[in-house]
């Protein structure tokens, strides 16, 4: 759960951390019915990938918002700045993906870092097949646009 | 760096994958499970927002009551607009609160019509008088309402006392809070409602306040507005007040007497119309206005 949720966050360890414990604690919620459950990992990554991308998907400007404020309140979190920058010194990619939409960023990580065909992408995130082509083509331009090498060029 | 997409992506993915979760951030992680659940961040930021916009609202919501100036007199609440002119005061109605300031040099005003709720601090000096049809209110320090209609008028004290000095030379009546009176009185013995409560030991009966008299130029200003507004009986009450002002001159007060029959004519009451001018003519048989007064009587029977 914490390595589908760190993809997602592209190398952000708490908010993948954040994910992991909503996740645990829809599992915990299940309560006596996580017995009925027949493929618990399987589960697990479903319900993992749900998370990730409904908190992706929320706004970004009230995320922003709340940044700052929480910023104001809790002056021991790092600034976002220190986070993005984090993830550029991992990976440059990561920092490119991490400027993309809620939507392309989740169609890039489940294609190209969980490994998953396009149909497969397509059921786990709720999405059409035509919205996932969509979405990858758009993000795979945006890539192209900063100079990187995608395959059909 | 690579930038060939599938080659870092490929990169990327390895060194994600190789993150490790550590035993302490498993232990942190059982033990956030286990703990309490935290409230919202949002709700937690946005709790305090919250709350200082809900006191803002209703700090602006409960409007206090206005406090009476050092000399000046308030209406402290009421549905009527008050306009000064010279010292009358006209309550016509409106949807908000007025104060009223009569600065520090006046001492009294009058009430011509309306209602209203006075809020007045006591005076070291000359107390602050409120003319009204039959009398004087002679303010203390206190709060009180006043209702004024054509021809008669109420008083009602919530705090502190007030002095009522009838006009017709009856003895001087202090109201406490809680009591009220009425003009004019129904009986001669019946000056005071029951709600009255026993008067205080007498005092030496205080001279009734100068009332200021306008000078003609104001009457007549004020005529014509009253005229303009077609409030025809305040404009006769003024006039005939007027016309038995020994201050006056003799043409002064045939002008206001011609001034009386035009304004009754006006107001439909054309037969006391022609009767006065009948009388004005005997009293100034070479009136300056004869010619004019000579075309209405024409149209009198």
Not at chain 1, 41 to 52: D, P, T
Not at chain 2, 179 to 200: H, I, N
Not at chain 2, 224 to 243: T, V
Not at chain 2, 264 to 287: F, I, M, N, V
């Amino acid at each position: 759960v914490f390595r589908t949720c760190l993809k997602f966050g592209l190398g952000d360890r708490e908010w993948a951390k954040d994910r992991t414990h909503e996740v645990f604690l829809k599992l915990a919620e299940r309560g006596a019915e996580i017995r009925k459950i027949e493929d618990l990992g399987g589960w697990l990554y479903r319900v993992s990938v749900n998370e990730c991308f409904m908190a992706m998907r929320r706004s970004r400007t009230s995320s922003r918002i709340l940044a700052f404020l929480a910023l104001a309140w809790d002056r021991s979190e790092p600034p976002p700045e220190a986070k993005v920058q984090a993830r550029r010194d991992l990976s440059a990619l990561a920092g490119v993906l991490a400027e993309l939409p809620a939507k392309q960023r989740a169609v890039m990580v489940m294609v190209h870092l969980e490994g998953k065909s396009q149909n497969e992408a397509a059921e786990l995130l709720g999405l059409s097949k035509g919205q996932i082509s969509k979405l990858h083509a758009k993000a795979m331009a945006h890539l192209a646009s900063f100079e990187w090498e995608v395959a059909g060029e | 760096v690579s930038k060939h997409f599938d080659e870092e992506a490929r990169r990327l993915r390895t060194e994600l994958e190789a993150e490790p979760f550590t035993p302490g951030e498993l232990e942190q992680g059982w033990r956030r499970l286990s703990s309490p659940p935290r409230p919202k961040r949002w709700l937690v930021l946005l709790a305090p927002a919250i709350a200082i916009a809900v006191i803002v609202l209703l700090a602006l919501m409960i409007e206090p009551e206005p406090e009476p100036t050092a000399e000046g007199l308030v209406i402290a609440s009421g549905q009527e607009c008050v306009h000064q002119t010279d010292h009358e005061m006209l309550i016509v109605p409106c949807s908000r609160e007025v104060l009223f300031d009569v600065g520090t040099e006046a001492h009294d005003v009058k009430i011509r019509r309306g209602r209203a709720r006075f809020s007045v601090k006591k005076r070291s000096t000359e107390p602050f008088t409120i003319a009204v049809s039959h009398g004087w209110i002679v303010v203390i320090g206190t709060r009180f309402t006043v209702e004024q209609s054509r021809r008669s008028g109420k008083i009602e004290v919530e705090e502190g006392v007030v002095e009522f000095r009838w006009n017709d030379g009856s003895p001087a009546e202090r109201l406490p809070g809680g009591s009220s009176l009425e003009w004019p009185r129904a009986k001669p013995e019946q000056t005071v409602t029951p709600t009255v409560t026993a008067p205080p030991p007498p005092e030496p009966p205080a001279p009734p306040p100068k009332k200021k008299q306008i000078s003609a130029r104001d009457l007549m200003s004020r005529l014509f507005q009253l005229k303009s507004q077609r409030r025809y009986d305040d404009a006769i009450e003024l006039l005939e007040q007027g016309r038995q002002r020994a201050d006056f001159s003799e043409a002064q007060r045939e002008r206001l007497s011609f001034e009386l029959g035009t304004v009754l004519r006006q107001s439909g009451r054309t037969e006391d119309a022609c009767k006065h001018l009948r009388d004005h003519l005997r009293k100034y048989p070479s009136a300056s206005q004869k010619a004019e007064i000579d075309r209405i009587l024409a149209g009198c029977r």
